[in-house]
């Protein structure tokens, strides 16, 4: 993408009534307005709350509110050129339970209040595969801890990838630390019992990985 057109978007996202973004400062400070208003300030409804994680171009933000209009949804990503596609056709085709927030993914603890969302998606995220990156993993221990401090004691984890790395490192590592899988297969679209939301919805990067012949794995777990 050019830098015109980012810097395009960039402007465009400035007048969205669906995106939030905030600098780093504003959510570390600890003085972050929406930190536990999210539904009555935000979305001005009081619906269960979902959060994207690393939303990209916003398709899963948007189809799972689509779908499910008795919640709310927020795809969040520090990349707004990506997401402005998705906050563009919320307000095209007036999805009011869609919205995006702009901010790094290590500071969901700190957007969020304690027992505040419902679910989380974790949809394509990347892998990390170099020992050295364990870290920046999104389903390593200390990013599971993180969302355990905002997610409902019942709130549900999604992670849909085409990596096996991925998929196996998560399962392994839920396993190793008592988390509850509830759901967990290694080529959903192989799967006709796989769920309607994890298949029926399908990024920009998911179907170049179709053609491909690559298989997308999925997990649904809680963690404990």
Not at 172 to 201: F, Q, R
Request: glycine share 8%; proline share 3%; net charge neutral.
């Amino acid at each position: 993408m050019g830098s015109k057109n980012k810097l395009k978007r960039f402007r465009e996202n400035e007048t969205f009534s669906n995106v939030v973004q905030p600098t780093r400062e504003e959510i570390t400070d600890g003085n972050f307005k929406l930190k536990g208003n999210w539904n009555r300030d935000f979305f001005k409804s009081d619906k269960p709350l979902v959060l994207e994680l690393g939303c990209g171009k916003g398709e899963y933000t948007v189809g799972l509110a689509q779908r499910f209009p008795d919640k709310n949804f927020l795809g969040i990503d520090i990349k707004g050129a990506r997401f402005w596609r998705g906050a563009k056709t919320a307000l095209e085709e007036h999805i009011d339970n869609a919205g995006f927030l702009r901010t790094q993914i290590e500071l969901v603890d700190q957007a969020f209040a304690a027992n505040e969302v419902s679910e989380i998606w974790i949809t394509f995220p990347d892998p990390q595969i170099k020992y050295k990156r364990t870290k920046h993993r999104m389903t390593n221990f200390e990013f599971l801890e993180r969302y355990k401090t905002i997610l409902k004691p019942d709130g549900l984890m999604h992670l849909k990838t085409d990596s096996e790395f991925m998929h196996g490192y998560t399962l392994g590592l839920l396993h190793g630390l008592g988390h509850e899988v509830l759901y967990a297969h290694h080529d959903i679209y192989s799967n006709h019992m796989a769920p309607k939301e994890v298949v029926d919805i399908q990024t920009f990067y998911e179907k170049q990985y179709l053609e491909q012949d690559k298989a997308i794995t999925y997990i649904k777990f809680k963690i404990n």
